[in-house]
């Protein structure tokens, strides 16, 4: 799903529509022209699209033989998808190369913050859910808050219920499914002092995701396209050794390339067995008057 423009320089988005029905013919000269036209294509897609996609879409990278293609798959749940996508669309407006607008998607992952309010978790399964829960699943008018990412999170929705959200101003997004509930925007995001709510259609992948379709979606996130630049720009930069684009991370997005071993002096091996290596810790502009430590980011599995 792509979501409405955040600003005047959001970059549009491309919808790859059905693109594992489509005949394979038509899905090469679709992605080539976008080749063509832009130089390169970060795919951004949710893990709960079918395993159809995936496989397509590494079909036409590899027929096409083309390193510019980079295929990101985040785990997060559909709303928190589409609102990292348009935070690379903002972000597509800037002097950034390609490599380091597509490795931002593993950076930006960290400052977004994605749940649902529903009526049952015994479908639930990319959160941990205790024989309690699915117990009360079962009990007429339950409804739980459940936080996907950073760190699962799970509720039985009350007067008392908390859910520990981002320590840094953020705004919200709320997409209804089959659920008249409004404790998104009226019970937490007043308790994680966001500072506004919009709303938005729920993406089509979302009632597989958390298992069911009676939901509210909601997702926090870092709307300003300043502060967004500026946690990229804050990580150190490095060139791939294979295609020569500059990168943020230890894994090149496009060619899946990773930094040669390093070659220097031997070192001894602590008593442990524990790595002798350690970086010092860089620190991200401060979000809301705190300065936050850059969480490492993580290798994706490679694309071709």
């Known amino acids: 799903m792509a979501l409405p423009a955040q600003d005047e320089r959001t ?39 079918a395993a159809a996609v995936e496989r397509r879409l590494h079909t036409v990278r590899s027929l096409l033989e083309s390193d510019r293609i980079a295929l990101f798959r985040p ?113 937490l995001a007043p308790a994680w002092r966001v500072l506004g709510v919009h709303e938005a259609a729920l993406p089509a992948e979302s009632a597989q995701w958390w298992g069911t379709g009676k939901l509210v979606e909601f997702c926090s996130y870092l709307p300003d396209l300043s502060v967004l630049y500026q946690l990229v720009t804050s990580v150190r930069q490095s060139v791939c050794h294979w295609c020569g684009i500059d990168v943020i991370g230890d894994r090149c997005v496009f060619c899946s390339a990773t930094p040669p071993a390093y070659d220097g002096p031997a070192q001894t091996a602590p008593a442990h067995g524990g790595s002798v290596y350690g970086g010092p810790a860089r620190e991200t502009p401060a979000l809301g008057g705190a300065a936050r430590a850059t969480p490492a980011l993580e290798s994706p599995p490679p694309t071709g």
Request: hydrophobic share 45%; aromatic share 4%; with cysteine.
């Open 11 to 49: 970059v549009p988005a491309v919808v790859l529509q059905d693109v594992h029905r489509q005949p394979l013919e038509q899905a090469l000269d679709g992605m080539q022209a976008l080749l063509e036209r832009h130089g390169h294509v970060i795919v951004v897609a949710s893990q709960a699209v």
């Open 75 to 187: 785990a997060l749940p559909p709303l928190g998808v589409a609102v990292l996508a348009r935070q690379l669309r903002q972000l597509a407006s800037c002097d950034l190369g390609p490599g380091v607008l597509a490795s931002a998607g593993r950076l930006l992952t960290h400052y977004v913050h994605c749940g649902a309010v529903l009526t049952s978790v015994t479908h639930l399964d990319r959160v941990p859910v205790g024989l309690r829960a699915h117990a009360r699943s079962w009990v007429p008018g339950s409804q739980f808050g459940v936080i996907a990412h950073p760190a699962p999170q799970l509720v039985r929705i009350g007067p008392d219920a908390v859910l520990r959200g981002p320590d840094f101003g953020t705004w919200m997004v709320v997409a209804r499914g089959r659920l008249q509930s409004d404790w998104a925007g009226t019970a």
